[in-house]
């Protein structure tokens, strides 16, 4: 307790709180398995059931995104999953599915088995990326979440350069059984990585709005140590009783007891305001049965990350016929390498632009380079076009993701931080799961050239509706 005293006091710098802990190390490795392993059997999936099981190409194509839609599903399940066994046994016990899942590809089951199988397999995948993402942005300090969640995003990015290149090479090379196996062995790393972890304090509360904010308070007490020697406890019983007096009368509470009367907000409080269109939207959905599984907060901007995905998902289903037909295939090979390399270069620094200067200034480039790194593409001749596209692309979608989940856990209170996590994912996989389906029915109609000067559009929306959102929001830079 003098400790936490003296760093309290005036003229006493209190350490700054460690980003590189053993649990953020460990979540951030089991997130880079778990998304080599999704991005390594994506790739080859399709011409898997093509050659193996002679399979249409429509039904072969739906056994990759059979995957895509397990995820979704379990992207509405894994918040009250967490909230009813906690985030550690559900996080161990995805990561072992996803171990013995992977392992059935090697068994050669019928098609309509590896359907079911992948099905199952998005599933644990979804409830795997939730979780952790839950546990390890939980354990990031609050004026570090921008450079934090920049640097575990780099485990995606990680993942899905080496994924689809060791996918493709060593299916092409060694056969489907060794890639499974390789996908089996990697998986199953993420299995001791769960069990290291060692998550933030216990924040899952059941029913009583009191009890939550009485946790809450006991948390940011306890985060911000003693705020003056002699008064800190008399205040924060004091402001407590208010809250809690407040909570049975359904108002809203102005602060936490931790921050009554100090100078500077504690970690717990310090995120970004809350918009006027955030709570219009809460207003509307937090009394519904959607509140169980939608945290309404971070709706405007997993929207706008939704749509950015939209756009991005054009380059998943038809970048390598469009580059093809130009006989820009051997560039096309290694786009997203290019493309991760941009990610995994701008990711750090763009988190910590986000943690000092807030959204606006990182954000708002990012969405123009989306969309010139569009325009790009549409109007390629050479490699060397394709590839500058690629680290444009790079750059903004990796931005608008990370700063995107920052923006969302730093408006979001530690006890509905899974459903926060939950939602932001639920919209990218929304953007990225219909993305093929309906420019499937646009392509044939206007061709690749123009299909990408619409994703530049959409990249455009994107950044407009942004502005938006961001326009309304109080005390944002």
Same mark, same amino acid.
């Given at each position: 307790?003098?400790?936490?005293?003296?760093?309290?006091?005036?003229?006493?710098?209190?350490?700054?709180?460690?980003?590189?802990?053993?649990?953020?190390?460990?979540?951030?490795?089991?997130?880079?398995?778990?998304?080599?392993?999704?991005?390594?059997?994506?790739?080859?999936?399709?011409?898997?059931a093509l050659s193996v099981?002679?399979?249409?190409?429509?039904?072969?194509?739906?056994?990759?995104?059979a995957f895509i839609v397990?995820?979704?599903?379990?992207?509405?399940?894994?918040?009250?999953?967490?909230?009813?066994?906690?985030?550690?046994?559900?996080?161990?016990?995805?990561?072992?599915?996803?171990?013995?899942?992977?392992?059935?590809?090697?068994?050669?089951?019928?098609?309509?088995?590896?359907?079911?199988?992948?099905?199952?397999?998005?599933?644990?995948?979804?409830?795997?990326?939730?979780?952790?993402?839950?546990?390890?942005?939980?354990?990031?300090?609050?004026?570090?979440?921008?450079?934090?969640?920049?640097?575990?995003?780099?485990?995606?990015?990680?993942?899905?350069?080496?994924?689809?290149?060791?996918?493709?090479?060593?299916?092409?090379?060694?056969?489907?059984?060794?890639?499974?196996?390789?996908?089996?062995?990697?998986?199953?790393?993420?299995?001791?990585?769960?069990?290291?972890?060692?998550?933030?304090?216990?924040?899952?509360?059941?029913?009583?709005?009191?009890?939550?904010?009485?946790?809450?308070?006991?948390?940011?007490?306890?985060?911000?140590?003693?705020?003056?020697?002699?008064?800190?406890?008399?205040?924060?019983?004091?402001?407590?009783?208010?809250?809690?007096?407040?909570?049975?009368?359904?108002?809203?509470?102005?602060?936490?007891?931790?921050?009554?009367?100090?100078?500077?907000?504690?970690?717990?409080?310090?995120?970004?305001?809350?918009?006027?269109?955030?709570?219009?939207?809460?207003?509307?959905?937090?009394?519904?049965?959607?509140?169980?599984?939608?945290?309404? *907060?971070?709706? #405007? $901007?997993?929207?706008?990350?939704?749509?950015?995905?939209? +756009? =991005? !998902?054009? /380059?998943?289903?038809?970048?390598?016929?469009?580059?093809?037909?130009?006989?820009?295939?051997?560039?096309?090979?290694?786009?997203?390498?290019?493309?991760?390399?941009?990610?995994?270069?701008?990711?750090?620094?763009?988190?910590?632009?986000?943690?000092?200067?807030?959204?606006?200034?990182?954000?708002?480039?990012?969405?123009?380079?989306?969309?010139?790194?569009?325009?790009?593409?549409?109007?390629?001749?050479?490699?060397?076009?394709l590839l500058g596209a690629?680290?444009?692309?790079?750059?903004?979608?990796?931005?608008?993701?990370?700063?995107?989940?920052?923006?969302?856990?730093?408006?979001?209170?530690?006890?509905?931080?899974?459903?926060?996590?939950?939602?932001?994912?639920?919209?990218?996989?929304?953007?990225? *799961?219909?993305? #093929? $389906?309906?420019?499937?029915?646009?392509?044939?109609?206007? +061709? =690749? !050239?123009? /299909?990408?000067?619409?994703?530049?559009?959409?990249?455009?929306?994107?950044?407009?509706?942004?502005?938006?959102?961001?326009?309304?929001?109080?005390?944002?830079?």
């Amino acid at each position: 307790m003098a400790s936490s005293t003296a760093a309290a006091r005036p003229g006493v710098a209190a350490a700054p709180t460690p980003l590189w802990t053993k649990s953020f190390i460990a979540g951030t490795l089991l997130n880079f398995f778990i998304a080599a392993n999704y991005f390594m059997l994506m790739v080859v999936m399709t011409a898997y059931a093509l050659s193996v099981y002679q399979a249409p190409p429509a039904v072969a194509a739906f056994c990759a995104s059979a995957f895509i839609v397990g995820t979704l599903f379990s992207r509405f399940a894994s918040a009250p999953l967490m909230e009813r066994f906690g985030r550690l046994p559900v996080l161990v016990v995805g990561a072992v599915l996803e171990v013995g899942l992977t392992a059935l590809y090697l068994l050669n089951e019928p098609l309509m088995a590896l359907i079911a199988v992948r099905f199952v397999h998005g599933f644990a995948y979804g409830m795997c990326s939730t979780t952790i993402a839950t546990v390890v942005t939980s354990l990031i300090p609050a004026e570090r979440k921008g450079e934090g969640i920049g640097y575990f995003m780099l485990s995606v990015t990680l993942g899905s350069a080496i994924g689809p290149f060791a996918g493709i090479f060593i299916s092409n090379n060694f056969g489907y059984d060794a890639l499974f196996a390789l996908a089996s062995i990697l998986v199953a790393l993420a299995v001791p990585c769960a069990l290291l972890l060692r998550p933030a304090g216990k924040t899952r509360v059941k029913g009583d709005e009191r009890k939550a904010l009485a946790e809450q308070a006991a948390a940011s007490d306890a985060a911000a140590g003693a705020l003056a020697e002699g008064s800190a406890e008399g205040m924060r019983e004091e402001a407590e009783a208010e809250a809690l007096e407040e909570a049975a009368q359904s108002a809203p509470v102005a602060e936490c007891p931790a921050c009554a009367g100090a100078d500077a907000k504690c970690p717990s409080c310090s995120r970004v305001p809350s918009t006027h269109l955030e709570e219009m939207i809460t207003g509307k959905v937090e009394h519904s049965p959607l509140a169980r599984f939608v945290e309404a *907060g971070v709706l #405007p $901007i997993s929207v706008v990350c939704g749509l950015l995905f939209f +756009g =991005y !998902s054009s /380059l998943l289903t038809f970048l390598t016929p469009y580059a093809n037909n130009l006989g820009l295939g051997r560039a096309a090979s290694v786009f997203f390498v290019a493309y991760a390399l941009a990610m995994f270069a701008t990711r750090p620094f763009t988190g910590r632009a986000f943690d000092r200067k807030g959204p606006h200034p990182v954000m708002l480039p990012a969405f123009v380079s989306f969309a010139l790194g569009m325009v790009l593409v549409a109007f390629m001749v050479n490699d060397w076009m394709l590839l500058g596209a690629a680290c444009l692309l790079g750059f903004g979608v990796g931005t608008v993701q990370s700063c995107g989940l920052a923006m969302a856990v730093r408006v979001t209170s530690d006890a509905r931080l899974s459903v926060a996590n939950a939602t932001f994912y639920m919209l990218l996989d929304i953007g990225v *799961g219909i993305g #093929p $389906i309906l420019l499937g029915l646009i392509v044939p109609l206007i +061709g =690749y !050239s123009a /299909l990408y000067l619409c994703m530049a559009a959409v990249g455009v929306m994107a950044l407009l509706l942004f502005l938006v959102v961001a326009r309304t929001e109080k005390g944002v830079r």
